[in-house]
């Protein structure tokens, strides 16, 4: 059967998530070591001895998250579980473009450790900014609402389902398109617990910097077929590729029209691979008959028909 594997972003991540396929695979406790030199970080440390406030910084996060999705993966494929496509979620398209050959792991573990400390910083610069999940209000009526109360520094950055967005902007825009989606019929609008507007334009600073730091690197052709937070369509060059993992960090995910590319491109399922079960749930809020199926555990995986 076809599959696509989707990788989570930032919000899934958890204390102790990925031990299982750290201590059962010889190649994971390799990719940890690998992950670990590339960032001058401790991930074994951090993962399965760190706090959960160490865990939920920023430039932490990201690590951890892309980590154990690239984890979820080789073991998924240990269990004969390959993938014919891939995409992921904010950071998660990072390991998805490791899966899709784009770039190599040591290069997508170092570019995620500086994305997250970038994505930190311009946080920090902001002077105060956040995000917030819209729930049980169409997309469109969000950003009716937002124009409609003349918020010029809030946008929608996550197009998660039909019923729900999360917004992205400085504070007091946010807080007063919590109060406009409201009244437009949204059933509740949720703050996040984040260092920054993600996927704005207030994360230009992030964006600058990593252009930088990208620039150099080498991005291969996709040889399976990778999808784009950016465009919501597949991503057809290497050269493609980076120019899109740089407007990514300021662009919304558009992760709906994701779901309707990858659905209509004859795979038989997906398989979550990475931590939670996010990326499920809104592939089954989408509707369709493609079951997408929770893989961030061995359990899960060995519960998969191949």
Request: charged share 20%; glycine share 10%.
């Amino acid at each position: 059967m076809k599959t696509c594997y989707l990788f989570p972003g930032q919000g899934a991540q958890y204390p102790g998530m990925g031990k299982d396929f750290y201590e059962t695979s010889k190649a994971v406790r390799e990719l940890f070591q690998l992950a670990s030199d590339a960032t001058s970080t401790d991930l074994k440390k951090l993962l399965f001895s760190g706090s959960e406030e160490e865990l939920k910084q920023t430039r932490n996060t990201q690590l951890a998250v892309a980590l154990v999705g690239a984890a979820a993966a080789l073991s998924a494929r240990e269990h004969g579980l390959v993938a014919a496509g891939c995409a992921g979620f904010s950071v998660g398209e990072w390991p998805a473009l490791a899966e899709a050959g784009v770039v190599s792991l040591a290069d997508m573990f170092s570019l995620v450790g500086e994305r997250g400390r970038l994505m930190d910083e311009a946080g920090r610069r902001s002077g105060g900014s956040t995000m917030s999940a819209v729930l049980s209000l169409a997309p469109e009526a969000i950003e009716a609402a937002i124009a409609a109360a003349g918020l010029t520094r809030v946008w929608v950055a996550n197009y998660n389902s039909p019923a729900q967005s999360v917004i992205s902007g400085a504070e007091a825009d946010v807080a007063a398109a919590e109060l406009a989606v409201k009244a437009a019929g949204a059933k509740r609008a949720i703050r996040l617990k984040v260092s920054g507007a993600f996927h704005s334009p207030i994360m230009a600073y992030a964006r600058d910097g990593f252009a930088e730091r990208i620039a150099d690197v080498e991005f291969r052709d996709p040889r399976i077929a990778l999808f784009s937070n950016v465009t919501g369509a597949a991503v057809s060059s290497g050269a493609e590729a980076k120019k899109l993992a740089v407007e990514q960090i300021v662009s919304p995910v558009r992760w709906i029209d994701e779901e309707k590319a990858i659905a209509a491109a004859g795979f038989g399922r997906c398989v979550e691979t990475g931590p939670g079960t996010v990326l499920a749930g809104l592939w089954k809020a989408l509707g369709g008959e493609i079951p997408c199926l929770p893989c961030g555990t061995l359990d899960a995986i060995a519960s998969i028909s191949l």
